[in-house]
């Protein structure tokens, strides 16, 4: 089973007398009585199939022998009344393919006896962080408290053996990811079908997650971007809260979640159905841009690489546009990257910046150009899978040309 080999490639890494606790998390107030909706730690999610809030999955690897722990809250049948079922043993044990499944307010005497009797001497703990000015993850915050507790055990971080595990995918994830995909094409033909000047930002919103949701996502991936006009040029406008003028255009960064794993596409819409002609160069720039990297993505090349490509394609036809005078100047209407893995998070979780491609890996390909001036705001995203001597678009059936656009809504 797939979470028994991912398991098993971490156990491999620990040192014998270490032991790794990794926390699926707690739902977080939002109010008195209510929470913002929950979402697993993802590494735990990776390792176990589970997405419910208060377990903890321990890998233990002694002088003796490899062992795995699930432990999961205990049903309460009067709190499930208003709360909904909580997973079983069984059902656990299922799920995660782990047969030592046990309670987790056994947890820390477990974990005493281990550092105890066990002779623990390095602990792993999810690290991972943005920014220093971060609030600590539930993670961190356990690990400090253990760290307290157990003073001569080493601490260590986990988060990068995981990562690097989650950047190559298997057939099922690419599978998620694929289904994720089909529904972002649903629901961005929905929005075709019904996109018009006069209507709010927040009704193309509305058009997407209906579709997405009505065939089976279980929501969206992030939060969706649909900025018309000057708003297009913000890269994470989400306030979606302006009227769509005729003759402006629509960026619309969305993508639905299927299984667990994102899609993330982007495609930039005429509100009135038809491309203005100044329009349709600046985004035949952009499609330019976005077809040179898939033409070039491929094992052993880095993202940074892909990037340069990416700048150079936008530059050249800027300067043949007369828009700008050297490659130097790109800057100024080209501000992020042109890629980012993608799986469990949209931004997924990577080992480290300048890791090569490989096959299996999951990218985004997301050439853009923001001229506040004329308030044209294009950006074209597509999802790539690495293959063993190039890559796939797996985002192919989602138009992306004006001609398949414009024919589209005029239907």
Known sequence: MKYDARRKAVLDHMEKGAVMVLYSGESIPQSLDGCCPFDANHHFFYLTGLARENMALVLSRSSSEDREILFIEEAVPSMERWTGRRVTKEEAKAISGIDDVRYIDSLDGALSRMVNRETVEYAYFDGYKNHIVDADSYNMTKAKRFAAAYPTVQLRNIHSVIAGMRMVKDEEEIACIREAIELTDKGLRRVLSTLAPGQMEYQAQAEFEYAIRYHGAEGT????????????????????????????????????????YCADITRTYPVSGVYSPRQKEIYDVVLAANQAVTAAARPGLTLKQLNEICKAKLAEGLIALSKIESADEIGTYYMHGVSHHLGLDTHDAIAHDETPLAPGMVITNEPGLYIDEEEIGIRIEDDLLITEDGCEVLSCAIPRTTQEIEDLMKR
Do not use: P, Q, V, W
């Not at 018309?228 to 639905?256: F, Q, R, V």
């Open 221 to 260: 991936a992030f939060a969706t971007i649909a900025g018309s006009g000057i708003n297009g040029c913000m890269l994470h406008y989400e306030t979606n809260h302006c009227e769509m003028k005729d003759g402006s255009l629509l960026l619309l960064d969305l993508g639905a979640r299927a299984k667990g």
